[in-house]
């Protein structure tokens, strides 16, 4: 699975960015996602420094923690494409612009 899993990662994510078109996306709605998302890493970070502040770290070290344990995404953005292809598999056309920007803030 492992080898299989290194050539298929960049073709996934090749596929993926090609479904992405930035110039339909209202630029308002990815700023909303932007700033949802760093506020949810800040409140992730805080909380990991807290939970982790019971130990014998240092300063650094907790910092570092609440680094290494940041979300990676590969899940979201893998699962992005997934309601779009249900919209445009099931005719749903009104959807569609919103499939879009699932798309995009899943990417992100």
């Given at each position: 699975f492992t080898k299989m899993w290194i050539i298929?990662?960049?073709v996934?994510?090749?596929l993926i960015g090609t479904e992405?078109?930035?110039d339909k996306i209202d630029p308002t709605t990815v700023g909303y996602?932007?700033?949802v998302l760093v506020g949810a890493l800040l409140i992730r970070m805080v909380g990991t420094f807290f939970a982790v502040s019971c130990g014998n770290l240092n300063s650094k070290e907790k910092v570092f923690m609440a680094f290494a344990w940041m979300p990676k995404a590969t899940v979201q953005a893998a699962l992005g494409p997934v309601f779009l292809d249900n919209v445009i598999k099931y005719g749903k056309k009104?959807?569609?612009p919103m499939g879009g920007?699932?798309?995009t803030l899943a990417v992100l």
């Amino acid at each position: 699975f492992t080898k299989m899993w290194i050539i298929l990662e960049p073709v996934i994510f090749a596929l993926i960015g090609t479904e992405i078109q930035m110039d339909k996306i209202d630029p308002t709605t990815v700023g909303y996602g932007i700033l949802v998302l760093v506020g949810a890493l800040l409140i992730r970070m805080v909380g990991t420094f807290f939970a982790v502040s019971c130990g014998n770290l240092n300063s650094k070290e907790k910092v570092f923690m609440a680094f290494a344990w940041m979300p990676k995404a590969t899940v979201q953005a893998a699962l992005g494409p997934v309601f779009l292809d249900n919209v445009i598999k099931y005719g749903k056309k009104e959807w569609e612009p919103m499939g879009g920007e699932i798309l995009t803030l899943a990417v992100l």
